[in-house]
């Protein structure tokens, strides 16, 4: 249970240095074995006074198809909070393997809006260890707010699967799992993803995970090829539900199947409107065209 006060760090934590880092620590549990204690770290971590590099925020809005504008994209200020939440999951006490995560669901309420040109502070724990039915799993939750302020403007959190990791104390879920049965629909749209689309991602994010980025860095990790970033995707349907969602919407999504680059992947956005014609809810689902196979879903509700 994470009770403390979080850690102030001085500077925003380099993305490549801490995946450097668990690489290391990876090595290390190779020769020592995993902790023997299963717990989270006690505290978070904090860095105040970010400022997003306007750059970024155009080359982001251009790659996911967001609109120009100077107010952060929902999906901006989780690449914008990411490496914070990293370097509590890169700590020496935190008892999972960072390097081969697997990102199950992210849950953003998006509060308020925040502009490119004002200081936020952005605070990152872990939370929730528990049994997965294929290894371990945890929440890590950001939260940003206006430099100095005391309520989130922006609150996500995000569902990592360590998987065929396996701590003691925490009993086995059950394997048995009903998969709903899934036709795909007719898309709305159909996105063509070239075998870069890691590494454009990658660059707009800071997000350099070996998975995403090469047929070789990913066949490291135990990946035939390389995925695209989970958060990426999202994002893209994000953009695609368009300004309908207002300035204060939850956004959901939960992956099932990875993309492996490249790929087409179809998607179909439905939208559930109030009785006067007000949106309520965009609902989503993304899927291989060729396949069938389910990607991800998700919805954009109203606050």
């Given at each position: 249970?994470?009770?403390?006060?979080?850690?102030?760090?001085?500077?925003?934590?380099?993305?490549?240095?801490?995946?450097?880092?668990?690489?290391?620590?990876?090595?290390?549990?190779?020769?020592?074995?995993?902790?023997?204690?299963?717990?989270?770290?006690?505290?978070?971590?904090?860095?105040?006074?970010?400022?997003?590099?306007?750059?970024?925020?155009?080359?982001?809005?251009?790659?996911?198809?967001?609109?120009?504008?100077?107010?952060?994209?929902?999906?901006?200020?989780?690449?914008?909070?990411?490496?914070?939440?990293?370097?509590?999951?890169?700590?020496?006490?935190?008892?999972?393997?960072?390097?081969g995560?697997?990102?199950?669901?992210?849950?953003?309420?998006?509060?308020?809006?925040?502009?490119?040109?004002?200081?936020?502070?952005?605070?990152?724990?872990?939370?929730?260890?528990?049994?997965?039915?294929?290894?371990?799993?945890?929440?890590?939750?950001?939260?940003?707010?206006?430099?100095?302020?005391?309520?989130?403007?922006?609150?996500?959190?995000?569902?990592?699967?360590?998987?065929?990791?396996?701590?003691?104390?925490?009993?086995?879920?059950?394997a048995?799992?009903?998969?709903?049965?899934?036709?795909?629909?007719?898309?709305?749209a159909?996105?063509?993803?070239?075998?870069?689309?890691?590494?454009?991602?990658?660059?707009v994010?800071?997000?350099f995970?070996?998975?995403?980025?090469?047929?070789?860095?990913?066949?490291?990790?135990?990946l035939?090829?390389?995925?695209?970033?989970?958060?990426?995707?999202?994002?893209?349907?994000?953009?695609?539900?368009?300004?309908?969602?207002?300035e204060?919407?939850?956004?959901?999504?939960n992956?099932?199947?990875?993309?492996?680059?490249?790929?087409?992947?179809?998607?179909?956005?439905?939208?559930?409107?109030?009785?006067?014609?007000?949106?309520?809810?965009?609902?989503?689902?993304?899927?291989n065209?060729?396949s069938?196979?389910?990607?991800?879903?998700?919805?954009?509700?109203v606050?």
């Amino acid at each position: 249970m994470n009770t403390g006060q979080p850690i102030i760090l001085g500077e925003m934590p380099s993305l490549s240095k801490l995946y450097v880092n668990a690489a290391a620590g990876a090595a290390r549990r190779r020769i020592l074995g995993s902790p023997a204690e299963a717990a989270l770290p006690p505290v978070g971590h904090e860095v105040r006074a970010v400022l997003a590099d306007v750059a970024n925020l155009t080359a982001y809005q251009h790659l996911v198809g967001e609109t120009a504008s100077d107010v952060l994209p929902a999906g901006f200020i989780h690449a914008l909070a990411f490496p914070v939440a990293i370097s509590v999951m890169n700590r020496d006490d935190f008892p999972l393997p960072l390097l081969g995560m697997i990102h199950l669901r992210n849950v953003v309420e998006h509060r308020s809006p925040a502009l490119f040109t004002e200081p936020l502070d952005i605070t990152a724990r872990a939370e929730n260890l528990r049994a997965h039915r294929s290894g371990t799993q945890l929440d890590v939750i950001a939260e940003v707010r206006g430099s100095g302020e005391d309520t989130a403007r922006w609150r996500g959190v995000s569902t990592y699967l360590a998987k065929g990791v396996f701590l003691p104390g925490i009993d086995k879920a059950s394997a048995t799992v009903e998969e709903e049965e899934f036709t795909a629909p007719d898309p709305t749209a159909v996105w063509q993803l070239g075998v870069d689309a890691g590494r454009a991602y990658a660059a707009v994010s800071g997000d350099f995970n070996p998975i995403h980025l090469s047929v070789l860095s990913a066949k490291a990790l135990g990946l035939r090829r390389s995925i695209a970033h989970g958060m990426y995707l999202a994002s893209r349907a994000l953009a695609d539900v368009g300004a309908a969602k207002g300035e204060s919407f939850r956004w959901d999504v939960n992956f099932a199947a990875p993309v492996f680059l490249p790929a087409r992947v179809a998607l179909d956005i439905s939208t559930i409107q109030a009785e006067g014609g007000a949106w309520l809810r965009s609902d989503y689902v993304a899927w291989n065209p060729r396949s069938g196979r389910k990607h991800f879903t998700g919805s954009v509700t109203v606050l």
